[in-house]
Structures are given as structure tokens and as C-alpha cells.
């Protein structure tokens, strides 16, 4: 699924939140940087699963916009959104 959403955050803010959240969770639920560059980060949890974060400023809104994809960790990713200052509600696709 792919989540969408805004927040009030540099995008290297989101990122960086993004791979700590990630490490920190319980070994069934973490994932580990695998590839990164300048807005966007892939993690990679057990089984090989992916879970990718983009980050970038959208200039005429004044926020950053996040773009977040996986098959499996959609709960994971709902609950880094949710401690994010979110400027628009999350989407789901």
C-alpha cells in the first residue's frame, strides 16, 4: 500500500525519524536501512520485506510532502506517521 500525507518537518527530519523508528521496533516489526540518498530511504525487515519513505518540500504548500510504500509493515508506517506534526490527513492507496 502507499501512504501519503504532509507535515510541518524537513524531509532529512522525516528520514532520520523514519530509520530510527524502524531499528527501534521489536524484532518482528524492524527494518534496516538497506539503500538512501537525498529524499528517500529503503529499509529492508525480516523476510526481506521493503518498506520505502520519500521526503520532499513542496514549495507552493509550505510542507514537505512524504510518500511511504510496503507489502507488509502498513501498521508500522501508520504508527510513524502518527507521531509526525501531520499537516494533511493520511491517504491510503
Known amino acids: 500500500m502507499i501512504h501519503t500525507t504532509a507535515v510541518a518537518l524537513p524531509p532529512e527530519e522525516v528520514l532520520r525519524r523514519a530509520k ?18 537525498p529524499g528517500f530511504v529503503t529499509l529492508r525487515g525480516q523476510g526481506g520485506e521493503e518498506v520505502v519513505f520519500s521526503a520532499w518540500v513542496d514549495q507552493a504548500a509550505g510542507v514537505t510532502r512524504i510518500r511511504a510504500s510496503t507489502l507488509l509493515f502498513d501498521q508500522g508506517i501508520d504508527r510513524f506517521l502518527s507521531t509526525l506534526p501531520l499537516a494533511t490527513p493520511v491517504e491510503v492507496a
Not at 21 to 36: G, H, I, Q, T
Open 20 to 37: 530510527a523508528f524502524f531499528v527501534e521496533r521489536n524484532p518482528l516489526a524492524a527494518a534496516f536501512v538497506e539503500k538512501e540518498g
